[in-house]
Each structure stands twice: as C-alpha cells, then as structure tokens.
C-alpha cells in the first residue's frame, strides 16, 4: 500500500468529506470529543461534500469539512498547514459565524444549536504539552462551563510523538494516521475501528483515480512553487520587509521542527543567523 499525505487539501477532503463514507468522519468526531454510548454521533450530514475543483488551484493552508449530526449541532473540522497572523481571531469569528448563522433575524435564540471547532495544525500555538487541547468559556474563579455552545479542539501534529507501539486510544490512532499516513505502507493492526480503516482505505492511492491524482500531485506542486517563490523573494531582496518575512517564516519553521539546514535553504538566511534567531525565542 502507498497513501497519500491526509494534510493535502484534495486528501483532507476526500478523507473527511466522503458522503459515501461517513462512519470516517463520524469515528474521527467521536475520538476527538470523546463520545461514547448514548453520546457518540450515529449520522451526519456533510456541508461541504468533497468533490474535484473545476479550476486546480485555490488555497492549500486552511481547508475545512463541516457538518451536522442527528441532533443539529454544527462542527468544522479544520486542517492548516501554516501559521498565519490573527489565527486565534479568525478561528473564533469563524466558529462564531457559523453559531450565528443557524437563525434569521428574529427567530428564537432557542433553535441555535452548538458548534464545535476542530483544528488539525501542522503547528503548535497553544502552551499544552500534550497534543490536543480542548477550549471552553469557563468562569476563571470557578471553572463553570455555563456558556456551552461553542467549544474549540486543537490537534497540534508536531506535539504528537507517539509510536504505532504506543497508541492507547483511538484519538491516538487517528492522529497517528492524519501525521504519518505518507511514510506508511500497511494499515496497523490495532486499527479495529471501521471509520478508521474505512480513511485508511481511501488514503490508498491504488483507490484513486487519475484525476484525484493529478489533482493530489498539483496541489504539491504548489506547495513547493509557493516555498520557491519565498525563498527567491527573500535571496533577491524583492519582498518588502525582507527581514521582517524572514524572521517570521524561520519561526513558523522553527515550531514545526526544521532543521537549521533545511530552514537556511527555505528562508535565504545562513545558519548563523537562523541560530542567532533560536536565541532570541
């Protein structure tokens, strides 16, 4: 077997956005938020179906699947790439937007339902050592949850280190999957949950077609053309606030562990300054 990197837009999509596959969306939600027995999701209905883009092209750092289960709450299930500035803001106006938006002006408050944000990061941005973190609107005095319908999850892939020998519970399994699903070749025997097998079944690239894999390729290729354009931008001296970009660029490589090398040749820098610039952290 030979699967395709879950991290790339047209993958995250096909994986979670699957109408013909919904017990993989459903099985990652109850991981996440910890549902079982009379708690656990039983449906969905996908918002965002996956289908091909018409024009290849588009953003490649923020892509997102929403939904809603048998019981009308809402959640957005998020992967990005790269740390952009005001994260924090926009996932709140986000998850926000779309609490709002169950209802028209006028109607009762009482037919809005919750929402739940679930951030996939190839990033770190909260101060948790353990990869995911769950965000509530508490009482800072008595930690009462009084407000409750709108609860933000964050996966953060480089806090993640876990080996396929030391997954206990089946967020582990995931998340071991959403990080490592390129490098591996079989699915694990300890994969017993049908949505998760069901995603490692579509991440197979012997399951895809020609056009999913042109598409998957493309969307690498602008991956790595954006990274050029960077770096070219920085070694010519084009970019405005060259050193300001820098900087921030090296730090976003800094969090998701690059080497001092491979940053040098990502960023224009030598590796003198990237390690005068770890200093300074």
Known sequence: MKFVDIKNDIAFR???GNENRKEVLISFLNAVLLLENDKKIVSVDILTPYQLPALKGGKVTIVDVKAKD??????????????VD????????????????????GDLYEKLNPTFFIGILDFEVTQNKDYISRHKIIDTETGENFITDIEFNFI???????????????????????????????????????????????????????????????????????R????????????KEVSKVQKDFARRLFKRGFSD????????????????????E
Do not use: C
């Open 14 to 16: 096909k994986i979670f």
């Open 70 to 83: 048998q019981s009308d709450k809402s959640y957005i299930v998020e992967m990005q790439v790269a740390e």
């Open 86 to 105: 005001g994260f924090d803001k926009r996932v709140l106006y986000y998850a926000s937007k779309s609490y709002s938006s169950q209802i028209d002006r």
């Open 156 to 226: 953060e892939l480089p806090k993640f280190q876990k080996k396929e020998t030391e997954l206990t519970t089946i967020i582990d399994q995931w998340v071991y999957f959403i990080k490592n699903s390129e490098d591996l070749t079989v699915i694990p025997d300890s994969v017993t949950d049908k949505g998760l097998k069901s995603a490692y079944e579509d991440a197979d690239k012997h399951n895809w077609t020609k056009a999913e894999l042109e598409a998957y390729d493309y969307v690498l290729m602008r991956e790595q053309d954006d």
């Open 228 to 239: 050029g354009r960077m770096s070219f931008a920085l070694r010519t001296g084009i970019a």
């Open 261 to 280: 090398a491979d940053i040098a040749e990502d960023t224009g820098l030598t590796v003198e300054q990237i390690q005068r610039l770890r200093i300074e």
